[in-house]
Nanobody
Framework: QVQLVESGGGLVQAGGSLRLSCAAS????????MAWYRQAPGKQRELVAT???????NYADSVKGRFTISRDNAKNTVYLQMNSLKPEDTAVYYC???????????WGQGTQVTVSS
């Protein structure tokens, strides 16, 4: 059974930092493309950052220079370090995994991030 379990969300003041973690099980973590998405109330889910099996990263323009995605294949965990948080970063953040050959996609249950002004 595949599980992606996010943690690390919470309430933080603008300018603060949070580190999200996503622990994966039931997949060959090291080969999967991992990503973080977010969905704010009344808005569509949007891609925040991705990291390939080789460690290449990509970011949404809105978070470039503030957020850093990383992975630890030994721990089957992907991280999202979020610095200089803004109220507009408030959203539910979802962990995502995609197998590069089968295209199979998995989602976590989400973790709430709230940034107060």
């Amino acid at each position: 059974q595949v599980q992606l379990v996010e943690s690390g969300g919470g309430l933080v003041q603008a300018g603060g930092s949070l580190r999200l973690s996503c622990a994966a099980s039931g997949i060959i973590f090291s080969v999967n493309v991992m990503a973080w998405y977010r969905q704010a109330p009344g808005k569509q889910r949007e891609l925040v950052a991705t990291i390939t099996s080789g460690g290449s990263t990509n970011y949404a323009d809105s978070v470039k220079g503030r957020f850093t995605i990383s992975r630890d294949n030994a721990k089957n965990t992907v991280y999202l370090q979020m610095n200089s948080l803004k109220p507009e970063d408030t959203a539910v953040y979802y962990c995502y995994a995609r197998h590069p050959w089968t295209g199979k996609v998995y989602w976590g249950q989400g973790t709430q991030v709230t940034v107060s002004s």
